[in-house]
């Protein structure tokens, strides 16, 4: 079942699904949204809508076990920082050659 229709279903109330125009964040059996832009995330329909257009993230309960995660934070926190370094380097080129152009044009 996909997340928003679990929502939906989650949502039904007589019958009838009720109609929102602010949302708070939905959560289920083994998940949990979290809002990352409230005032944008409340105005969608559902997570699954919120998580495409980055406003919220889904927690999944039991997915991973704590040294697991532990884990898999390391190895992220490794790859974003070494692509941070790689971001730097590349500015910095741009930076030096830009220099070198104004230099020549005042030369």
């Known amino acids: 079942m996909k997340l928003s229709a679990a929502v939906t279903a989650a949502s039904a109330h007589e019958g009838g ?3 929102r125009t602010c949302r708070g964040q939905d959560s289920g ?6 809002f990352l832009n409230s005032n944008e ?10 998580l495409q257009l980055g406003h919220s993230i889904v927690v999944l309960h039991g997915l991973a076990t704590t040294a697991e995660c ?5 190895e992220a926190s490794a790859a974003a920082s070494g692509q941070r370094h790689r971001a730097e380097r590349r500015y910095n080129r741009l930076w030096d050659l830009a220099r070198r152009v104004a230099n020549v044009r005042q030369g």
């Open 70 to 74: 532990s884990s898999i934070r390391s």
């Open 41 to 50: 995330a409340q105005k969608t329909e559902a997570a699954d809508e919120a």
């Open 29 to 34: 059996p083994g998940w949990n949204e979290i």
């Open 17 to 19: 699904v009720t109609s």
